[in-house]
């Protein structure tokens, strides 16, 4: 049973993790469709509602990307259906050119766009901040201070939807999305909900009329939009997720929103400001209510906004106190333009502390100084590093190290454009530092495309493009095509392991199965590829033999697009997950440790975190603990030290 | 309702390990327990990325006075409890006081620094030292060991849970476990949690420095 539709927590207190509020907020205000493309820290939010479509009579799916993930959603919607798509931040990048056109229609059924960001790139290779496209693009952008309210403004985000008739955007972050709290849970309705797409009104009737964008519609359609901003404006004046906290008037006022709130509640309570700082928490950041904030920009002579990402809180807060500045009188701001705040990096209730204690001019609590400046000089350097680096097991290590080797042994310096996955790796030492391009998804097929055509200016240097199966689809395709239809000279090499790994293994077009767990026709990389009328090889990258005639055969065969296939699942996946293929063992009279001419290779540098190097012995021995049976070190190994035996299923 | 007395409030409680230890579903057992029996409880986490072979670190807030920033302030940690001993020390600089508690598992993970011979791992008795200089109290586990006979090294986690139970600073007890673990596993595997529960709980009966 599901935590998010057991019925026995009817109005109790649940322990949720945001992501899962969120859904069940959606399942309180009646969704009927979701569409999502997976995303730390988004992914849990289909995943748990994938669970309960056929319980809950939902349709829900992974989609190719974002940008058709946010179409399969507004198609719900002008069918009359409640509609919620999920991504993460830079999804709203890939959904962008679809995002403006559906702003400017404007929706029909409630229809909900979550954008979970990262602040911080805790797991991501950038801190983007999708807030300025709800100005940008003009529709309401609301972020939840609490995992309760995570639940309870996804659900009103829905009927806040069809006030305005127009999409909203609920943003969270990770640390509201991977957060969890007690969470007072309410009816889940059972509706049926019938679709159907009406059309035969007249051109501009919303509700009725096609539904299109065309040249000369705009202004019509964006007074339509910027009417239903004004009835957002005057919901937000009276939001009860817009919540004041503090003396009436106050020495400093906090404004802030999201997971921030946590913090500057907390900062507030250890320096004990209760009585002398205000904390204005808004739920609703666009557009600003402007008599709200009016009311307390007047109870107070200086504002400290606390906001993560861009200062976009900050820069329309001054921009609305222009307009404001004769009743509420002067006021100074705090916040990133003077650097009260770090402009770059996640917040967290230290980070508020040091604000106020600096604008307060407060005595610095030294209790603790003694205790800290030990502890320090005593673990100085001496807690290992623990850097990212790929499982025990893991194809891509075996991957890296076959192409790697190959472009050495090739000594033309040529190198590997990179994409966005858990092999983003390939940048690092577990990778072999083989990757040296790494941008946006499908952006390494792109690049390699238009490195490929730069030999007649003197380039000389072999070009990989690497990408994984479900960033295949997402946006590798369009580089590919490109790369083939300009006969760019390069390998494409697709890391095929067999599903989505890096945020969970979601299903994507290449996997037989959907996101409520049914079957699905598989769309076949291989089969694809041969079809746009190129060389296609595959090959499984744990067994290095075969794997390097082919990947040499491929370098040598320059001119156009070669693919390569390194087809083995993840390490972690379902197939492979507690399943040890092989014992491994180190014949310890084999290992010559450091008298051996290999110089460490196994634990120096192929380094699979299922090796340790025995300082004492000097020589190489397994982890048991640790080793999942790859058996590939065993191939690395060129004194043979390394054994596998067929290991003996449990 | 529970009536029973935090001994801080709120109580910061951090589990730590490598990815893939299970310290998030250790987390959401000891918030499932706590907020069964009536705590306030707020897990700050981070999952994703750093699965992949890096420190992970849940932080728990419970309070009897509503919810609380998912991330700890500095210094201010009331128990860290380790599936690796180079975490404890970790977390112990950042979040470590005087008054802090530490339970740990004492099996190291090698991160690839030290696999690759960059970086040396402190020897078990210089971790203990440590540990025990900077805290007020700590005990020192082999979990991975009784968890890998139970079946599987992952019971590490739940063998933590039981010790931290055992140790009385928190009110958990092995009924409210059972509770939990029913409403999230299947029966078959029931038995081998409780019995990792127990194991962990006789530990710190062995051990308690």
């Known amino acids: 049973m599901s935590i998010i539709t057991d019925k026995t927590n009817k109005n109790q207190r649940v322990l949720m993790m945001g992501n899962e509020a969120i859904a069940r907020g959606a399942l309180e205000a009646g969704v009927k469709v979701v569409a999502a493309y997976p995303g730390t820290p988004s992914s849990e939010i289909p995943k748990v509602l994938g669970d309960v479509a056929d319980e809950m009579g939902l349709y829900v799916e992974w989609s190719t990307n974002e940008k058709v993930s946010l179409e399969v959603a507004a198609a719900g919607s002008y069918a009359g259906l409640r509609a919620l798509c999920t991504m993460k931040q830079v999804g709203v990048n890939v959904a962008s050119d679809f995002l403006l056109h559906l702003a400017e229609y404007g929706s029909r059924a409630g229809l909900v766009l979550v954008t979970c960001e990262d602040p911080g790139s805790l797991s991501s290779t950038n801190e983007g901040d999708s807030r300025p496209y709800s100005k940008m693009m003009e529709f309401p952008l609301i972020e939840p201070g609490d995992i309760q309210e995570a639940k309870e403004m996804t659900q009103w985000a829905f009927d806040l939807s069809e006030t305005i008739h127009n999409v909203v955007m609920l943003r969270s972050v990770t640390r509201m999305s991977h957060a969890s709290g007690n969470v007072i849970v309410g009816d889940l309705p059972q509706t049926q909900a019938r679709a159907d797409f009406q059309y035969h009104g007249g051109f501009f009737d919303q509700m009725t009329g096609p539904v299109m964008t065309l040249p000369g519609t705009a202004p019509t359609q964006r007074l339509r939009q910027h009417a239903g901003l004004e009835k957002a404006i005057a919901c937000f004046e009276k939001s009860p997720f817009n919540t004041y906290t503090g003396p009436d008037r106050s020495e400093i006022t906090i404004i802030t929103s999201s997971a921030a709130t946590f913090y500057c509640r907390e900062a507030i309570a250890i320096l004990g400001l209760e009585e002398r700082v205000g904390l204005l928490k808004l739920g609703t950041t666009w557009p600003l209510p402007p008599r709200l904030m009016e009311k307390y920009l007047a109870a107070t002579d200086r504002v400290l906004i606390i906001e993560e990402g861009t200062p976009f809180l900050e820069d329309n807060l001054k921009a609305l106190f222009v307009d404001l500045s004769e009743t509420v009188g002067p006021t100074r701001f705090h916040g990133r333009a003077d650097k009260t705040i770090p402009s770059v990096d996640e917040l967290n209730p230290d980070i508020v502390m040091t604000a106020l204690s600096t604008l307060l001019d407060l005595p610095t609590d030294d209790s603790m100084a003694d205790y800290r400046q030990r502890i320090s000089a005593a673990l100085e350097g001496s807690v290992p590093d623990r850097a990212m680096t790929f499982c025990p097991g893991c194809p891509h290590r075996a991957s890296f190290w076959l192409l790697h080797e190959a472009l050495k042994l090739d000594n033309r310096r040529g190198f590997i454009c990179g994409d966005i996955g858990c092999y983003t790796l390939g940048v690092a030492d577990c990778g072999f530092r083989a990757v040296k391009t790494v941008a946006a998804m499908g952006s390494g097929v792109g690049m390699a495309s238009g490195f490929g055509k730069l030999q007649r200016f003197g380039l000389e240097q072999p070009i990989i493009a690497v990408c994984g199966d479900s960033t295949f689809f997402h946006a590798a395709m369009p580089g590919l095509v490109n790369a083939i239809h300009n006969q760019a000279d390069m390998i494409m090499v697709i890391l095929d392991n067999a599903g989505t790994a890096m945020t969970g293994f979601q299903p994507h077009p290449g996997i037989p199965v959907g996101a409520d767990g049914k079957p699905l026709p598989a769309l076949d990389i291989p089969t694809i590829c041969q079809a746009m009328g190129v060389r296609v090889e595959i090959v499984d990258p744990f067994q290095f033999a075969a794997a390097r005639k082919t990947i040499g055969d491929l370098l040598d065969d320059a001119g156009g697009v070669r693919m390569l296939v390194l087809r083995q699942a993840c390490a972690l996946s379902p197939a492979r997950k507690g399943k040890k293929e092989w014992t491994v063992s180190v014949d310890p009279d084999k290992c010559l440790g450091d008298a051996c001419g290999c110089n460490r290779l196994c634990t120096r540098i192929f380094k699979c975190p299922g090796l340790i190097w025995d300082p004492e012995k000097r020589q190489t021995r397994i982890d048991e603990f640790v080793c999942v049976g790859c058996g590939v070190c065993a191939q690395v190994c060129p004194q043979n030290a390394i054994t596998v035996e067929k290991a003996v299923k449990a | ?209």
Do not use: C
């Open chain 2, 1 to 209: 309702m529970n009536t029973t007395a935090l001994k801080h409030d709120p109580y910061n409680l951090i589990i730590t390990g490598v990815g893939g230890q299970g310290n998030v579903l250790a987390s959401r057992m000891v918030g499932d327990m706590l907020s069964r029996l009536g705590f306030d409880i707020t897990i700050g986490e981070t999952f994703g990325a750093s699965q992949r072979g890096g420190s992970v670190m849940s932080h728990l807030r419970i309070s009897r006075q509503g919810s609380y920033s998912p991330q700890i302030p500095l210094g201010r940690a009331h128990m860290i409890v380790s599936l690796e001993p180079s975490e404890a020390l970790r977390m112990l600089r950042a979040y470590g006081n005087p008054e802090v508690q530490v339970i740990t598992n004492m099996r190291p993970v090698r991160s690839s620094s030290v696999i690759s011979g960059e970086q040396p791992y402190p020897a078990p008795e210089t971790i203990v030292g440590w540990i025990n200089d900077f805290s007020e109290k700590a005990w020192f586990l082999d979990t991975t060991e009784t968890a890998t006979r139970l079946g599987n090294p992952i019971f590490g986690n739940v063998m933590l849970v039981g010790a931290l139970a055992r140790t009385g600073q928190l009110p958990l007890d092995r009924d409210i476990f059972e509770a939990v673990v029913r409403s999230r596993m299947p029966e078959a595997k029931v038995r081998v949690n409780l019995e990792a529960f127990d194991a962990g709980g006789e530990m710190i009966g062995e051990k308690s420095t």
